[in-house]
């Protein structure tokens, strides 16, 4: 007897389209993207205006290496453009696309920010046990 495939319980409200093959694998990496403080903070920076790296760095408190880095990885993954203005290099965000999934990431973070916080999953206070005692890290 032949096993059935499993279907997608959700799909006629699931926002993936599933007529064509998902790449989950570029929604990790997006997510991966969106998942560290320092490109946040930029991005947040960036909703304001755009702004050189010097800028950049009196708005969210870095140092220069780690913003140069940071906006690197925003350019390269398409949620953020320069331009050169003489010596200086000015950097926007992609609007289009970046807004509306902070949009509703913050519509959601807002709904269950208590619920991720005890997801022992993805939680910051992750628990571990060393040598048999249950720790915090």
Same mark, same amino acid.
């Given at each position: 007897?032949?096993?059935?495939?499993?279907?997608?319980?959700?799909?006629?409200?699931?926002?993936? =389209?599933h007529m064509y093959k998902v !790449?989950?694998q570029s929604y990790v990496l @997006?997510?991966?993207?969106? *998942?560290? %403080?320092?490109?946040?903070? @930029?991005?947040?920076?960036?909703? +304001?205006?755009?702004?050189?790296? $010097? +800028?950049?760095? +009196?708005?969210? $408190? +870095?140092?220069?290496?780690?913003?140069?880095?940071?906006?690197?990885?925003?350019?390269?993954?398409?949620? /953020?453009?320069?331009?050169? !203005? $003489?010596?200086?290099?000015?950097?926007?965000? =992609?609007? *289009? *696309?970046?807004?509306p999934i902070l949009r509703a /990431?913050?519509?959601? /973070? %807002?709904?269950?920010?208590?619920?991720?916080? $005890?997801? #022992?999953?993805?939680? #910051?206070?992750?628990?571990?046990?060393?040598?048999?005692?249950?720790?915090?890290?």
């Open positions: 007897m032949r096993k059935k495939r499993a279907q997608c319980l959700y799909r006629n409200i699931c926002p993936i =389209n !790449d989950y @997006l997510f991966k993207v969106l *998942s560290n %403080e320092v490109r946040l903070k @930029l991005i947040d920076a960036l909703e +304001e205006g755009d702004k050189s790296v $010097g +800028e950049l760095c +009196e708005c969210i $408190g +870095e140092d220069q290496t780690r913003v140069s880095h940071e906006l690197k990885c925003l350019v390269v993954c398409g949620l /953020a453009d320069y331009r050169r !203005d $003489g010596k200086r290099i000015i950097y926007s965000l =992609n609007r *289009s *696309s970046v807004l /990431a913050a519509s959601h /973070a %807002e709904k269950f920010a208590d619920r991720m916080k $005890g997801c #022992e999953m993805v939680s #910051e206070a992750k628990r571990i046990v060393v040598r048999g005692v249950l720790t915090s890290v």
